[in-house]
């Protein structure tokens, strides 16, 4: 099983959809949960990050990391055709040298 | 706001020659990192630097080696540029907060490597 599953997609909703996106993993000791957002020929931009449990809101984005079912999310309400790109999860452990552990990303496109 | 940069957008290198590619960060990060990202395959961690002159060898070193002199500086060296080389290459930097620990990885823009 791989430590971290990320449906690669394409995702295609119309303008103004609420979008879901999804990760699970293997790992019970990841405790830091980040989103990622890469735009076409870009590198990865960071989008979120929450630790341990919970939701975090930000604008039209929200992270929620449910830890008892190894799986976290990211909602994006009202989504624009500027949101589309690729969506990463990424996670890591409270120890060793910070290296993260990443989802091979799911593919966005939000169309008008 | 934390930058990342690289050397290069866009490079194209021929079998066998020897790749320099540079990144640099002007936020003190400690953490630097190298990956390569292809299709299908996702990001894969090549090597990381904790420190000036420390480096570690992540999921796919072969073929690869770093350096880092300098703090802000973390360089990857293709030692023999190889066709399956070919790829878009991500520098990252993170700091590590003492007491409230963060992992966060901020990216530079990339470079892609044309090896033919």
């Known amino acids: 099983q791989k430590e971290v599953e990320q449906d690669p997609g394409p995702l295609s909703v119309p303008e103004g959809a609420i979008v879901s996106l999804n990760c699970t993993y293997s790992n019970s000791a990841f405790q830091y949960f980040m989103w990622y957002r890469q735009y076409s020929r870009k590198g990865p931009e960071l989008l979120m990050y929450t630790y341990s449990s919970g939701n975090k809101e930000d604008g039209r984005f929200t992270a929620q990391v449910d830890k008892s079912s190894k799986y976290i999310s990211l909602f994006i309400r009202d989504s624009q055709p500027s949101d589309s790109a690729t969506y990463l999860c990424?996670?890591?452990?409270?120890?060793?040298?910070?290296?993260?552990?990443f989802g091979k990303g799911t593919m966005l496109l939000v169309s008008p | 706001d934390v930058k990342v940069t690289q050397s290069s957008r866009y490079l194209v290198k021929r079998t066998g020659e020897k790749v320099f590619l540079e990144c640099v960060q002007d936020?003190?990060?400690?953490?630097m990192f190298w990956y390569r990202q292809d299709p299908g395959l996702g990001l894969r961690l090549i090597y990381f630097?904790?420190?000036?002159?420390?480096?570690e060898k992540g999921d796919i070193p072969e073929g690869y080696s770093v350096s880092r002199e300098k703090k802000e500086r973390f360089s990857l060296i293709l030692e023999s540029a190889s066709t399956n080389q070919t790829s878009m290459y991500l520098c990252a930097s993170s700091l590590v907060s003492k007491g409230t620990r963060t992992d966060t990885q901020y990216f530079g823009p990339g470079t892609r490597l044309t090896v033919l």
């Open positions: 630097s904790y420190d000036v002159k420390m480096k």
């Open positions: 990424a996670m890591s452990r409270p120890s060793g040298y910070s290296t993260l552990t």
């Open positions: 936020m003190d990060h400690e953490n």
